[in-house]
């Protein structure tokens, strides 16, 4: 996707409009503002595809609703989907907001959607393309005065700059990195777990390493790649929230299954621990699932998870709670001790799909 590709600015008539305020209602965006969302709203769906797949916008337009009430401006923020591979997302200055099909694609789960979202959104509410095309080198004294000169072409011009800016996530890393902790405020604030922030930077760090050649959007890889994800995992350590990956990766999901005479414990569907059928049986492992469920987090580091002897036996302990000793085993049950070998195969596995996050904070 190029900018050529959206430099003709059209007027198009409005798009419904999911959080912030109505069509209809008061807005804090500025005239200014309210120009470029229009134009650069038009340019974006005169030159793409948008979806109109139902799931997909209500899936979109619950995540604007809730996190528009945390920002710090009203603005009309209108949610679409852009029918494009591309892994992208972005906000037009005013409140107009995409996401390709491409990202929605890519994330794992809701929590990564919102982080992106919510990443968009503080773009829009922070002023930030204006902000980034009066740093640009093309808005200095002399590129105004040429756009002055134009006799009228130079609102067209502008409106290209800024959609530039926004399409092509190119921001200063300051200005990426503000972006980022006042999506992680509103995040918080409405009730979505901030990690998915987190893990969708590393993910599409180790994304784009792996092409040969990078796609243009919001966390695109570049030499301040590293420096925004170790802001965004101090901003939120500061703010006490707790690094647990495993719930916007979708990962070290625990369930219990009879298969084959067998009951099993399994772990993102790979089994951990086996026994023989029965009452008591699948109490024991119901009640382990739900501990696991509990405690069971990517960043565990391995010395974490042990086998400890008790005066009944041994029992298995993840950070100092314990799991199951035993002495709880029914006969014909493996030993406790292949459940933690089978846990460690499982957590290494997982942290080997994301080799450059630092899981070990």
């Given at each position: 996707m190029t900018f050529a590709l959206f430099a003709g600015a059209v007027h198009a008539a409005p798009a419904s409009?999911?959080?912030g305020v109505s069509s209809g209602a008061a807005s804090d965006a500025t005239p200014y503002e309210a120009k470029l969302a229009r134009e650069g709203a038009a340019s974006v769906e005169k030159s793409m595809t948008l979806v109109s797949n139902?799931?997909?916008l209500a899936r979109v337009d619950?995540?604007?609703?809730?996190?528009?009430?945390?920002m710090e401006r009203r603005l009309p923020y209108k949610a679409k989907i852009i029918d494009h591979k591309?892994?992208?997302a972005f906000a037009i200055a005013g409140g107009p907001l995409y996401v390709t099909t491409g990202m929605l694609g890519f994330v794992r789960t809701d929590l990564e959607l919102a982080g992106v979202i919510a990443h968009e959104m503080a773009h829009a509410?922070?002023?930030h393309v204006i902000t980034q095309m009066a740093r640009n080198d093309r808005m200095t004294l002399l590129a105004i005065a040429a756009i002055i000169a134009s006799r009228g072409h130079g609102a067209a011009i502008m409106a290209a700059n800024a959609l530039q800016v926004a399409v092509m996530g190119a921001y200063s890393v300051d200005i990426e990195k503000n972006a980022d902790a006042h999506g992680i405020d509103a995040l918080a604030n409405a009730g979505y777990n901030p990690i998915g922030m987190l893990t969708l930077q590393e993910r599409m760090r180790e994304d784009t390493l792996k092409r040969a050649y990078a796609d243009p959007g919001i966390y695109r890889t570049h030499p301040d790649a590293e420096e925004r994800i170790e802001a965004s995992a101090k901003y939120m350590e500061e703010r006490g929230l707790p690094l647990n990956?495993?719930?916007s990766l979708g990962v070290?999901?625990?369930a219990v299954s009879e298969t084959s005479g067998d009951l099993r414990l399994t772990i993102d569907g790979r089994v951990v621990w086996k026994g023989v059928p029965g009452a008591a049986a699948r109490e024991l492992f119901d009640k382990t699932a739900r501990v696991l469920d509990e405690v069971l987090q990517v960043e565990i580091a391995p010395y974490d998870i042990r086998v400890e002897d008790e005066r009944q036996g041994e029992a298995?302990?993840?950070e100092g709670r314990r799991v199951v000793s035993s002495g709880e085993v029914i006969e014909g049950t493996e030993p406790v001790a292949v459940l933690r070998e089978n846990i460690q195969a499982v957590l290494s596995d997982v942290r080997k799909e994301y080799p450059l996050a630092d899981f070990y904070r």
């Open positions: 409009v999911s959080g139902p799931a997909a619950m995540i604007v609703s809730r996190l528009a009430p945390y591309m892994i992208n509410d922070r002023k990956r495993k719930y070290l999901r625990p298995l302990f993840i």
